[in-house]
């Protein structure tokens, strides 16, 4: 196997191309101003980005609207956005044309922070509080997905994701715990048919084959009645529904699925592996592969959970340091048909170059992550966001947010 030539290989992407098989996952990073628009901040951690070459960028989690929503300083896709997000498109498809750049389209639905916004529920989880929402203030949640698919459109984005993963509305709605009764609720044709409507809306409002949608999906949300779950109150893993979704979505147009498991607040070591747990992430290679088995070929299976890899020396045993770091295991992954592409999360915040400077056999300058999760503190405390351990901007706020909020101790480390 030669991983440069796997990695560094071009990919049908829908109707477009990718260039390599680095994809650049959603990293939300709190430093919008206050109309939700990108900041100076924004811009550099975009640019970086950029600059690096992955084939696919994806923007962070944008809310679709500023009234529910789990970040202060949260990005917003709302008309008044429009000639922000334009101008800041334009300014980094200026930099490289040749990275396909996808908004993730997000409602935090019950993660809505009540400290500034509304929490908004179809169906409250055990020990949450909040507003369990009407029938017709969730049609206009979907008229504001319709319609903010269309500003990522007509800002110059080449596709959007559709955030089905990680506890936000997306999954909210789709996970067995969903017994409301309501046209979205209770059974499985009922729940998977909010997916559909949103896609069916999508397509006729952005009638562009080159425009490209799909979903990062959490494959098992880990808890009682969460995604891939066989019902309302087990947590016992089924993934059928989870299999029927993306194929039926694969029926309606998409052309690519993110894999993701768990819901951070609840199950976060399944969302992104600790350095404790870093075997975790092999749950994450066989929901790939689920996906992978149940898909057409031309359809992008995109597998999650590798900055825990990094160079190698990690916790993970009974595997030799070659073949347990991020570059190789990621390529063996896509030699061994798991996945098209693989994601990098708190990598790319750790290094945003990695694709370029892999490209240039520059291997021995690649920042890799060390999944001390600082900026999953950061996160947590609603500070602006970026790697604490690389960049000294970010050391600052860290230890600026200690002084300010405390030491925050997070149950994995
Ligand atoms: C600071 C931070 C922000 C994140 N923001 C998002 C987001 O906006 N959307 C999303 O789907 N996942 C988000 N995630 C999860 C990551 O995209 C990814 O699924 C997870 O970190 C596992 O990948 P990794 O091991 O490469 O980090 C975030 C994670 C972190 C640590
Ligand atoms: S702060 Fe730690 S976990 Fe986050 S990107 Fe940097 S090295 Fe990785």
Same mark, same amino acid.
């Given at each position: ?11 049908? #992407? ?34 970086? *980005?950029?600059?690096? /070459?992955?084939?696919?960028? &994806? ?7 500023? $009234? ?16 922000? !997000? ?10 490289? @044309?040749?990275?396909?750049? %996808? ?31 009407? /029938?017709?203030? #969730?049609? /206009? ?8 698919? $269309? ?22 709605? *789709? ?48 808890? @009682? ?6 019902? @309302? ?15 039926? !979505? ?19 070591? *399944? ?44 916790? %993970?045993?009974?595997?030799? &340091?070659?073949? $347990? ?18 994601? !990098? ?7 945003? !170059?990695? @694709?370029? $400077? ?36 970010? &050391? ?7 002084? /300010? ?9």
């Amino acid at each position: 196997m030669d991983k440069r030539q796997i990695l560094l290989s071009p990919i049908n #992407f829908g109707a477009r191309t990718s260039q390599n098989r680095f994809f650049i996952q959603p990293m939300e990073c709190n430093d919008a101003d206050a109309e939700g628009n990108p900041t100076d901040l924004t811009y550099q951690r975009y640019e970086n *980005l950029f600059r690096g /070459e992955a084939g696919v960028v &994806t923007l962070e989690a944008i809310t679709i609207t500023d $009234k529910n929503r789990g970040r202060m300083n949260q990005l917003f896709i709302m008309p008044k956005n429009q000639p922000a !997000l334009t101008k800041f498109v334009s300014h980094l498809k200026q930099i490289n @044309p040749n990275t396909l750049f %996808l908004f993730q389209l997000t409602h935090s639905g019950e993660l809505s922070n009540p400290a500034f916004s509304k929490r908004l529920s179809v169906k409250l989880l055990p020990g949450y509080e909040g507003d369990v929402f009407t /029938e017709e203030e #969730f049609d /206009e949640i979907m008229d504001h997905f319709v319609l903010a698919a $269309k500003i990522a459109y007509d800002s110059g984005a080449d596709g959007i994701d559709m955030k089905f993963c990680h506890g936000y509305l997306g999954s909210q709605i *789709l996970r067995p715990y969903n017994t409301r009764k309501w046209k979205y609720g209770g059974p499985w044709e009922n729940r998977r048919q909010f997916a559909f409507d949103l896609y069916e809306r999508i397509q006729k409002a952005v009638p562009d084959k080159n425009f490209l949608i799909g979903s990062k999906v959490s494959v098992w949300e880990g808890f @009682p009645g969460g995604m891939g779950t066989a019902g @309302p109150d087990t947590p016992v893993i089924d993934l059928s529904e989870v299999i029927d979704l993306v194929q039926g !979505l694969e029926e309606r147009g998409a052309q690519y699925f993110v894999q993701s498991a768990g819901s951070p607040s609840i199950t976060i070591s *399944l969302t992104q592996c600790d350095k404790e747990r870093p075997y975790f992430a092999y749950l994450h290679q066989y929901f790939a592969k689920v996906l992978r088995d149940n898909l057409k070929k031309e359809t992008v299976v995109v597998g999650s959970n590798y900055s825990v890899f990094g160079k190698g020396k990690n916790k %993970l045993q009974a595997v030799t &340091t070659e073949d $347990k770091s991020l570059l190789t295991y990621g390529a063996q992954n896509i030699e061994k048909g798991y996945v098209d592409m693989i994601a !990098l999360g708190r990598q790319s915040l750790a290094d945003p !170059l990695l @694709p370029k $400077k892999f490209r240039e056999g520059r291997e021995d300058e690649i920042h890799f992550c060390t999944a001390c999760d600082n900026c999953l503190e950061l996160l947590i405390q609603q500070s602006p966001i970026g790697c604490c351990t690389y960049n000294k901007f970010y &050391t600052n706020v860290l230890v600026q947010t200690r002084k /300010e909020k405390g030491r925050l101790v997070q149950d994995h480390t």
